[in-house]
């Protein structure tokens, strides 16, 4: 059965980096759109970045813009979520997951249109 493995969360220090990672597990991420969402504590699952099939288009929440990046190595069958500059707010649960959508920039935040999710990767950041 084909599903997502996320690494890399850890406790930091607000202002400090963390890469988290997606993994596909008998899935090719290489045709996959790859979305990155975030639970934070008591509030509603939210979309945080998403990823096209060969970088064609990329998209991202606006707070996070300019502080995280997106990026893939389908040779690796692997993508990833660079942070940066990180804010108390990021904290949460992070979620990968994979749709043979494109992203699309009116629906790419929408988890209705993943179909594949990893377990979830906890990012905690110390005020």
């Known amino acids: 059965q084909e599903h997502l493995v996320e690494s890399g969360g850890a406790l930091v220090q607000s202002g400090g980096s963390l890469r988290l990672s997606c993994a596909g597990v008998?899935?090719?991420?290489?045709?996959?759109?790859i979305g990155w969402f975030r639970q934070a504590p008591g509030k509603e699952l939210e979309g945080v970045s998403c990823?096209?099939?060969?970088?064609?288009?990329?998209f991202y929440r606006d707070p996070v813009k300019g502080r995280f990046t997106t990026s893939r190595d389908n040779a690796k069958n692997t993508a990833y979520l660079q942070m940066n500059n990180l804010k108390f707010e990021a904290t949460g649960i992070y979620f990968c997951a994979a749709t043979r959508l494109d992203c699309h920039e009116r629906t790419w935040y929408k988890a209705y249109e993943y179909d594949t999710w990893g377990q979830g990767t906890q990012v905690t950041v110390s005020a």
């Open positions: 990823i096209t099939t060969n970088d064609r288009d990329i």
């Open positions: 008998n899935s090719d991420l290489g045709y996959r759109s």
